[in-house]
């Protein structure tokens, strides 16, 4: 027979485990959006998923996985046109 304590620490690991179980990857198009796994695009003003507080994503309700790798190419690959560019 399972205590009250220990059928209320298991009711919140199935919690956890529903809530981390569905997620959403988020990828920075390179420019302004942000293309959703569920098939949206989403503009943020400030940065991206995490910076603006987005944990679920709005469309499918999972957790939102934000996948910088895009951002990443990006970003660096501005940083070497500045520098070609003789800054
Ligand atoms: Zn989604």
């Known amino acids: 027979m399972e205590t009250y304590p220990e059928m209320n620490a298991r009711i919140k690991e199935l ?5 981390c179980e569905e997620t959403c990857t988020w990828k ?3 420019r302004d959006c942000w293309e959703t796994e569920c098939d949206h695009l989403f503009h943020f003003i400030a ?3 995490k910076e603006d507080g ?3 994503c709005p469309y499918c309700g ?3 996985v934000a996948s910088t790798s895009y951002y990443s190419d990006y970003a660096w690959g501005a940083m ?3 520098r070609q ?3």
């Open 80 to 82: 070497t046109k500045i």
């Open 15 to 19: 919690e956890r485990q529903l809530l």
């Open 47 to 49: 940065g991206g998923p």
């Open 54 to 56: 987005f944990d679920f």
């Open 62 to 64: 999972s957790s939102i």
């Open 28 to 30: 920075y198009d390179g």
């Open 85 to 87: 560019g003789g800054m």
